[in-house]
């Protein structure tokens, strides 16, 4: 295997121009197989290509590459990524495949898809304060790893995203007021990230700690990350329940949603849970603790509830994401989404809200469209370390909204789209007219049409740049890379 690297290695990193495409596609599958085996390569001929290009979370992610590899090494992504660099091949690289944006995570029969679903390892640290992580885990089975320790780690709010993407982006985690974002608890990515030219690095606060930083929310610009060791925390016990309401109470919610977040600002442990189901609303309430009835969630208790979800309960970090799991968006289906961030103000708040009623009406009948609140406290930036991660969040409460339109039909396509679009268009709109759109959009909630890395400010997008350039030289996740808010396309 060395020696075949080292051979690749010495007829260079790029045959631009050598063979067709399509060609050249072809004869880097060949070599694919031939350098990390049949057990691990997967084509149109393979009895699992079809379910394997199905992994991904929306339909609109199901393209069928010209190969699937699953490296089971660093070494392996080593070695595609120097075919890739010398054939020129385009490549898209998928972790969990949970990110919906079309063509995420997937690539069509002009290139091969880099699985990493099966680095799965994890490993517990001695002293118990990190664990290792592959990139091929969902954040479940971090939770599954620390629960019986009585730890927990920083992840999504739901089981089944992959642990590599959510760094990426930022990640928002169950209790960002404490512990900031998911990305701020990454203690090192151990000789574990694949640069262009198949070197495989460290990277932490104190080695190639601009790359470090680079990775935290500065999107899939640089290297393949494999494995990242997670800082854990001392977060077990959890208190939660949730409500339904009609959506006849939206006004009230909304002005218990701005008072929770002005009292949330000095009480960390608070979380909240905001999502416009077409006529109903969803509200979960979580608490980091064991608790009976927090004060901090006192705006909401006299609001008439048309059906309590979960009784609240005492419960863990692993209950609670298997719960969220349950209640989220159901089955298999296409997916389009949003994120937009803007101030907190009760009027704007209820405007939205509005908006969405009038557009979640006129969806398909298999369609649905949710909108998501996700306040932030200012004490959640500065819980970030801000400057240390590559978010270019600013230190002031705000409200996340996050969309997601599900649609069964291909001819539904159009239309959901369309109206995803336009709520995204009008919320926009509404907030920039009243003074009140933040120049922030979240990686991780973004649709493909969207351009986050903008909203980050000029001289951190510009130190990215320099970190691009400088781990990546030939610019091969620019020009090859398939997918994910690159750099080239700010």
């Known amino acids: 295997m060395f020696q075949l690297l080292q051979s690749i290695q010495m007829l260079g990193s790029n045959s631009s121009g050598l063979l067709p495409r399509q060609q ?8 694919s197989k031939f350098l990390v085996g049949e057990s691990t390569y997967l084509d149109s001929s393979s009895s699992g290509y079809l379910n394997a290009s199905k992994e991904n979370w929306s339909q609109t992610c199901w393209l069928e590459a010209r190969c699937i590899v699953r490296p089971t090494t660093a070494t392996y992504v080593a070695v ?3 075919v890739i660099s010398f054939m020129n091949t385009p490549f898209a690289i998928r972790g969990r495949g949970h990110n919906p944006n079309s063509g995420f995570g997937s690539i069509d029969s002009t290139g091969i898809l880099i699985d990493l679903s099966l680095l799965v390892q994890t490993d517990v640290s001695a002293d118990q304060k990190s664990i ?4 091929g885990n969902e954040w479940m089975d971090v939770y599954k790893a620390l629960d019986s320790l009585g730890l927990s780690a920083v992840g999504t709010k739901e089981p089944v995203p992959g ?14 007021s404490m512990y900031g974002f998911i990305c701020d608890n990454v203690k090192g990515f151990q000789d574990q990230v694949v640069l262009s030219n198949s070197k495989v690095v460290y990277a932490n606060a104190n080695t190639n700690a601009d790359l470090f930083k680079a990775l935290k929310g500065g999107g899939p610009n640089y290297g393949i990350i494999t494995q990242v060791e997670l800082y854990t925390v001392p977060l077990h016990d959890v208190w939660y329940g949730f409500n339904v309401y009609n959506s006849s109470q939206n006004a009230a919610l909304l002005q218990a949603l701005v008072k929770y977040q002005e009292l949330s600002a000095s009480d960390p442990k608070a979380g909240v849970v905001f999502t416009l189901v077409g006529s109903t609303t969803v509200v979960g309430f979580l608490y980091a603790a064991h608790a009976a009835k927090p004060s901090v969630f006192g705006s909401f208790y006299d609001i008439p509830v048309a059906t ?11 209950q609670l994401s298997t719960l969220v799991g349950e209640l989220s968006v ?14 907190v103000d009760a009027g704007l708040y209820q405007d939205i809200s509005l908006n969405y009623a009038k557009i979640a009406t006129n969806v398909s009948s298999t369609a649905s469209l949710i909108l998501s609140y996700q306040p932030l406290t200012a004490a959640a930036v500065t819980a970030s370390k801000n400057g240390q991660n590559s978010l270019g969040v600013q230190p002031q409460a705000q409200n996340w909204l996050a969309g997601v339109m599900s649609w069964q039909s291909d001819t539904d396509t159009a239309s959901s ?22 120049p922030f959009e979240f990686q991780n909630d973004a649709a493909f049409t969207q351009k986050p890395l903008q909203g980050i400010g000029q001289p951190l997008l510009q130190s990215l740049q320099t970190v691009s350039k400088k781990y990546d030289p030939s610019q091969t996740f620019q020009n090859l890379q398939n997918s994910g808010f690159l750099l080239s396309k700010k």
């Open 24 to 31: 050249s596609v072809a004869a880097a599958c060949s070599l």
């Open 80 to 82: 595609l990524l120097k």
């Open 132 to 135: 290792k992580v592959g990139a």
């Open 163 to 176: 642990i590599v993407g959510s760094i990426l982006g930022g990640g928002s985690p169950f209790f960002p």
């Open 308 to 318: 309590s979800l979960v009784t609240p309960t005492n419960g863990t970090v692993q």
């Open 330 to 343: 159901p089955g298999t289906a296409n997916r389009h989404i949003f994120g937009i961030s803007i101030k």
């Open 417 to 438: 789209q369309d109206n995803a679009n336009k709520l995204y268009s009008q919320i926009q709109s509404l907030a920039r007219s009243q003074n009140l759109l933040l």
